[in-house]
Protein backbone atom coordinates (compact mmCIF):
# COMPACT_ATOMS: atom_id res chain seq x y z
CA UNK A 1 0.00 0.00 0.00
CA UNK A 2 2.73 2.31 0.81
CA UNK A 3 3.99 1.65 -2.60
CA UNK A 4 0.77 2.39 -4.23
CA UNK A 5 0.32 6.02 -2.43
CA UNK A 6 3.95 6.84 -3.48
CA UNK A 7 3.39 5.59 -6.87
CA UNK A 8 0.18 8.06 -7.31
CA UNK A 9 1.86 10.81 -4.83
CA UNK A 10 4.82 11.29 -7.74
CA UNK A 11 1.78 11.00 -10.82
CA UNK A 12 0.48 13.51 -9.01
CA UNK A 13 3.15 15.88 -9.45
CA UNK A 14 4.15 14.55 -12.89
CA UNK A 15 1.25 15.18 -14.52
CA UNK A 16 0.97 19.16 -14.48
CA UNK A 17 4.57 18.93 -15.65
CA UNK A 18 3.58 16.90 -18.83
CA UNK A 19 4.44 19.92 -21.97
CA UNK A 20 1.35 21.65 -23.72
CA UNK A 21 3.75 24.36 -25.03
CA UNK A 22 2.40 25.71 -28.27
CA UNK A 23 4.51 24.93 -31.49
CA UNK A 24 6.92 27.70 -32.19
CA UNK A 25 5.19 28.03 -35.21
CA UNK A 26 1.75 29.50 -33.89
CA UNK A 27 3.46 32.06 -32.07
CA UNK A 28 3.02 35.72 -32.48
CA UNK A 29 4.59 36.90 -35.72
CA UNK A 30 4.87 33.73 -37.18
CA UNK A 31 4.75 33.83 -41.70
CA UNK A 32 2.05 35.38 -42.78
CA UNK A 33 0.07 32.38 -44.77
CA UNK A 34 1.50 31.09 -48.14
CA UNK A 35 -0.08 29.91 -51.18
CA UNK A 36 -1.42 26.21 -50.61
CA UNK A 37 1.13 23.92 -52.63
CA UNK A 38 -1.05 20.62 -51.73
CA UNK A 39 -4.80 20.80 -51.51
CA UNK A 40 -5.53 17.70 -50.41
CA UNK A 41 -3.08 17.14 -47.66
CA UNK A 42 -3.72 20.75 -46.28
CA UNK A 43 -7.25 20.11 -46.06
CA UNK A 44 -7.06 16.80 -44.52
CA UNK A 45 -4.26 18.58 -42.12
CA UNK A 46 -7.17 21.09 -41.05
CA UNK A 47 -9.79 18.39 -40.82
CA UNK A 48 -7.79 16.80 -38.20
CA UNK A 49 -7.73 19.94 -36.13
CA UNK A 50 -11.33 20.01 -36.18
CA UNK A 51 -11.61 16.22 -35.15
CA UNK A 52 -9.31 17.67 -31.65
CA UNK A 53 -12.74 18.47 -30.17
CA UNK A 54 -13.65 15.07 -30.34
CA UNK A 55 -10.80 14.05 -27.99
CA UNK A 56 -12.23 16.69 -25.70
CA UNK A 57 -15.54 15.10 -25.00
CA UNK A 58 -13.03 11.37 -24.88
CA UNK A 59 -11.06 13.40 -22.11
CA UNK A 60 -14.12 14.49 -20.33
CA UNK A 61 -15.35 10.97 -20.37
CA UNK A 62 -12.41 9.63 -18.91
CA UNK A 63 -12.19 11.87 -16.56
CA UNK A 64 -15.47 11.47 -15.39
CA UNK A 65 -15.43 7.46 -15.26
CA UNK A 66 -11.95 7.99 -12.93
CA UNK A 67 -14.24 10.12 -10.41
CA UNK A 68 -16.37 7.29 -10.40
CA UNK A 69 -14.25 4.56 -9.74
CA UNK A 70 -12.89 6.79 -6.54
CA UNK A 71 -16.04 7.25 -5.03
CA UNK A 72 -15.97 3.92 -2.74
CA UNK A 73 -12.19 5.36 -1.42
CA UNK A 74 -11.71 6.96 1.66
CA UNK A 75 -9.53 9.42 3.65
CA UNK A 76 -5.36 9.71 2.68
CA UNK A 77 -6.22 6.90 -0.35
CA UNK A 78 -8.85 9.49 -1.51
CA UNK A 79 -7.17 12.75 -1.03
CA UNK A 80 -4.07 11.17 -3.14
CA UNK A 81 -6.53 9.94 -6.22
CA UNK A 82 -8.64 13.25 -5.80
CA UNK A 83 -5.42 15.36 -6.54
CA UNK A 84 -4.34 12.89 -9.62
CA UNK A 85 -7.72 13.59 -10.95
CA UNK A 86 -7.21 16.60 -10.51
CA UNK A 87 -3.88 17.01 -12.15
CA UNK A 88 -5.69 15.32 -15.58
CA UNK A 89 -8.32 17.70 -15.25
CA UNK A 90 -5.78 20.53 -15.98
CA UNK A 91 -3.95 18.47 -18.39
CA UNK A 92 -7.45 18.58 -20.09
CA UNK A 93 -8.12 22.29 -19.74
CA UNK A 94 -4.51 22.66 -20.88
CA UNK A 95 -5.30 20.74 -24.30
CA UNK A 96 -8.52 22.14 -24.57
CA UNK A 97 -7.14 25.62 -24.63
CA UNK A 98 -4.11 24.74 -27.15
CA UNK A 99 -7.03 23.02 -29.19
CA UNK A 100 -9.49 25.62 -29.12
CA UNK A 101 -6.20 28.03 -30.24
CA UNK A 102 -5.74 25.94 -33.31
CA UNK A 103 -9.01 25.78 -35.16
CA UNK A 104 -9.47 29.34 -34.59
CA UNK A 105 -6.52 30.12 -36.38
CA UNK A 106 -6.27 27.31 -38.62
CA UNK A 107 -8.13 29.11 -41.72
CA UNK A 108 -5.85 31.50 -41.90
CA UNK A 109 -2.16 29.59 -40.74
CA UNK A 110 -0.23 28.66 -43.56
CA UNK A 111 0.83 24.64 -43.63
CA UNK A 112 3.32 24.39 -42.03
CA UNK A 113 1.45 25.80 -39.25
CA UNK A 114 -0.98 23.68 -39.21
CA UNK A 115 1.16 20.63 -39.48
CA UNK A 116 2.97 22.32 -36.17
CA UNK A 117 -0.20 22.50 -34.91
CA UNK A 118 -1.37 19.25 -34.75
CA UNK A 119 1.84 17.62 -34.06
CA UNK A 120 1.69 19.47 -30.98
CA UNK A 121 -1.70 18.55 -30.64
CA UNK A 122 -1.32 15.06 -31.13
CA UNK A 123 1.30 15.07 -28.64
CA UNK A 124 -0.45 16.66 -26.00
CA UNK A 125 -3.00 14.04 -26.45
CA UNK A 126 -0.68 11.11 -25.86
CA UNK A 127 0.30 12.88 -22.78
CA UNK A 128 -3.27 12.92 -21.49
CA UNK A 129 -3.38 8.93 -22.32
CA UNK A 130 0.11 8.19 -21.24
CA UNK A 131 -1.26 9.78 -17.74
CA UNK A 132 -4.23 8.27 -17.43
CA UNK A 133 -2.58 4.31 -17.77
CA UNK A 134 -0.01 5.56 -15.71
CA UNK A 135 -2.72 6.73 -12.87
CA UNK A 136 -4.66 3.27 -13.61
CA UNK A 137 -1.35 1.33 -13.20
CA UNK A 138 -0.22 3.57 -9.78
CA UNK A 139 -4.03 2.69 -8.49
CA UNK A 140 -3.65 -1.14 -9.10
CA UNK A 141 -7.10 -0.67 -11.26
CA UNK A 142 -8.87 -3.47 -11.45
CA UNK A 143 -10.14 -4.88 -14.82
CA UNK A 144 -14.04 -3.34 -14.19
CA UNK A 145 -12.58 -0.17 -13.50
CA UNK A 146 -10.35 -0.37 -16.85
CA UNK A 147 -13.16 -1.24 -18.93
CA UNK A 148 -15.35 1.27 -17.56
CA UNK A 149 -13.04 3.62 -18.42
CA UNK A 150 -12.66 2.45 -22.22
CA UNK A 151 -16.09 2.10 -22.09
CA UNK A 152 -16.56 5.67 -21.46
CA UNK A 153 -14.20 7.29 -24.22
CA UNK A 154 -15.50 4.74 -26.75
CA UNK A 155 -18.81 5.89 -26.06
CA UNK A 156 -17.58 9.47 -26.52
CA UNK A 157 -15.93 9.13 -29.66
CA UNK A 158 -18.53 6.56 -30.71
CA UNK A 159 -21.18 9.84 -30.76
CA UNK A 160 -18.84 11.78 -32.80
CA UNK A 161 -18.64 9.46 -35.35
CA UNK A 162 -21.68 8.68 -36.07
CA UNK A 163 -22.34 12.81 -36.48
CA UNK A 164 -19.71 12.21 -38.68
CA UNK A 165 -21.43 10.02 -40.81
CA UNK A 166 -24.93 12.22 -40.62
CA UNK A 167 -22.60 14.55 -42.26
CA UNK A 168 -21.40 12.17 -45.20
CA UNK A 169 -25.41 11.46 -45.37
CA UNK A 170 -26.33 14.83 -46.10
CA UNK A 171 -24.07 15.83 -48.05
CA UNK A 172 -24.36 12.54 -50.46
CA UNK A 173 -27.83 14.00 -51.12
CA UNK A 174 -26.71 16.21 -53.29
CA UNK A 175 -24.78 13.54 -55.39
CA UNK A 176 -26.27 12.41 -58.28
CA UNK A 177 -28.67 9.27 -58.72
CA UNK A 178 -26.26 7.02 -60.75
CA UNK A 179 -22.93 7.48 -57.99
CA UNK A 180 -25.09 8.09 -54.94
CA UNK A 181 -25.32 4.56 -54.20
CA UNK A 182 -22.14 3.33 -54.43
CA UNK A 183 -21.65 6.19 -51.70
CA UNK A 184 -24.00 5.01 -49.48
CA UNK A 185 -23.27 1.54 -49.84
CA UNK A 186 -19.35 3.11 -48.45
CA UNK A 187 -20.85 5.35 -45.67
CA UNK A 188 -22.76 1.77 -44.43
CA UNK A 189 -19.81 0.00 -44.08
CA UNK A 190 -18.63 2.77 -42.43
CA UNK A 191 -20.81 2.47 -39.71
CA UNK A 192 -20.22 -1.15 -39.45
CA UNK A 193 -16.65 0.20 -38.36
CA UNK A 194 -18.56 1.86 -35.77
CA UNK A 195 -20.36 -1.15 -34.69
CA UNK A 196 -17.29 -3.28 -34.72
CA UNK A 197 -15.73 -0.96 -32.34
CA UNK A 198 -18.14 -1.04 -29.99
CA UNK A 199 -18.33 -4.79 -29.64
CA UNK A 200 -14.52 -5.34 -28.99
CA UNK A 201 -14.67 -3.74 -26.00
CA UNK A 202 -16.62 -7.30 -25.04
CA UNK A 203 -13.36 -8.95 -25.69
CA UNK A 204 -11.34 -7.63 -22.53
CA UNK A 205 -12.30 -10.68 -20.91
CA UNK A 206 -8.85 -11.11 -18.69
CA UNK A 207 -6.99 -8.52 -15.90
CA UNK A 208 -3.75 -8.89 -17.75
CA UNK A 209 -2.14 -5.76 -18.72
CA UNK A 210 -1.14 -7.68 -22.24
CA UNK A 211 -5.01 -7.78 -22.77
CA UNK A 212 -5.77 -4.29 -21.72
CA UNK A 213 -3.04 -2.88 -24.26
CA UNK A 214 -4.36 -5.17 -26.64
CA UNK A 215 -7.83 -3.88 -26.91
CA UNK A 216 -6.34 -0.20 -26.37
CA UNK A 217 -4.55 -1.10 -30.06
CA UNK A 218 -7.70 -2.36 -31.47
CA UNK A 219 -9.37 0.74 -30.20
CA UNK A 220 -6.97 2.91 -31.62
CA UNK A 221 -6.51 1.08 -34.91
CA UNK A 222 -10.46 1.61 -35.56
CA UNK A 223 -10.20 5.12 -34.77
CA UNK A 224 -7.57 5.67 -37.61
CA UNK A 225 -9.19 3.72 -39.74
CA UNK A 226 -12.43 5.34 -38.82
CA UNK A 227 -11.01 8.66 -40.12
CA UNK A 228 -9.03 7.55 -42.95
CA UNK A 229 -12.06 6.12 -44.37
CA UNK A 230 -14.05 9.42 -43.50
CA UNK A 231 -11.89 11.48 -45.59
CA UNK A 232 -11.74 9.30 -48.23
CA UNK A 233 -15.40 9.24 -48.53
CA UNK A 234 -16.20 12.54 -47.83
CA UNK A 235 -13.47 13.22 -51.10
CA UNK A 236 -15.55 10.74 -53.44
CA UNK A 237 -18.70 13.04 -52.58
CA UNK A 238 -16.55 16.28 -53.45
CA UNK A 239 -15.43 14.85 -56.42
CA UNK A 240 -19.04 13.75 -57.43
CA UNK A 241 -20.43 17.05 -56.68
CA UNK A 242 -18.10 19.02 -58.83
Not at 69 to 83: I, K, N
Not at 86 to 91: F, G, H, M, N, V
Not at 186 to 199: E, G, T, Y
Request: proline share 2%.
Amino acid sequence: MKNMRTTIAGLVFLVPALAFAAPRALAEGAAPPAPTQDVERTSAAREAIQWTQDRLAEADATIAALERSAAALTGEARARVDAAIKALREQRDAYRAQADAAIANAKSWTDAQVSAAQEGLDASWAAFQSARDSYLDAAKADLATRRAVLQAELEARRTAWLQSIEDLRTRADKVSDDQRAAIEARIAALKAQVDDAQARLARLEEASSTAWKAVQKSYADARALFYETYRSIRKAIDDASK
